[in-house]
């Protein structure tokens, strides 16, 4: 994850390319271990046009897992390979969302009041609701995979990890961030609706290489989200950077066994 150095100065000038390429790095330091240049006289706003590029991302680590999948494929059994991809994008993200799925599952079983809940996403302890909820669902992860035919698990990785990550940023679109008792800053303040566009065509844009009647895996997803983020709403208001990670990683499942549903009908 790549740290940018802070400039209490004014934004230089740039062009558009420059500050959607900044944008863009800035959205691959911070949710993977890719090396990205630094990027000087950084300020928080700029963290508004990286939001857009979260789905890109998720391509990105999709992707990575494919590759990891098909090259164990091609001289290991399947469940084996399924488990590879998902140690990959582990190791890729440095278990970022993951992390925030323990914390958040944590916090909302654990907590009563909005501030208990923040308290205990806080912690850096993992409780039994968090080991039992990442362990439930990596392990559907895992099994929902391995039902699919080999030649389309590179294609739902890629959309799953896409997908999932467009409605965290859609949970930014329609919520406010909770900040904890401290200095935390949120990983966006604004969702102009041209930068949810760009991201949704970027979080839907795998689903093309999809068989049409799959697209009905999306309706879990949208259940799930909706469920979610009313669960957030009730509980503390608004989101964290844990309850995104969270998002992300429920909706994942979700469309996994969203098209397996599909594919078995």
Known sequence: MTTPSHSPSPSPNRSWFQQEWRGLLLAIGFFTRIPVPA?????????NTAAKYFPLVGIIVGAFAAIVYSLANAVLPQD??????????????????????????????GGWEKEQVLQ??????IGSYGVVGIVLVLSLKFAALNHFPPLLVPVLLIAGHSLSRLCSVMVMATQRYVK??????????SMPLTH????????????????????????????VWMWFSLVLKKRIGGYTGDCLGAMQQLTEVSFYLGVLACAAT
């Open 80 to 109: 084996i390979s399924v488990l590879l991809s998902m140690v990959a994008t582990i190791w890729l993200t440095g278990a970022f969302h993951e992390d925030g799925l323990t914390d958040a599952i944590d916090g909302l079983g």
């Open 39 to 47: 990027l000087p006289d950084f300020h928080e706003q700029e963290l």
């Open 120 to 125: 205990i996403m806080q912690d850096s302890r």
């Open 180 to 189: 904890f008792s401290g200095k935390s800053k949120p990983l966006a303040t």
């Open 196 to 223: 949810l566009a760009v991201a949704a065509l970027l979080g839907l844009l795998p689903l093309l290489w999809l068989p049409s009647s799959w697209y009905w895996g999306i309706v879990p997803v949208a259940a």
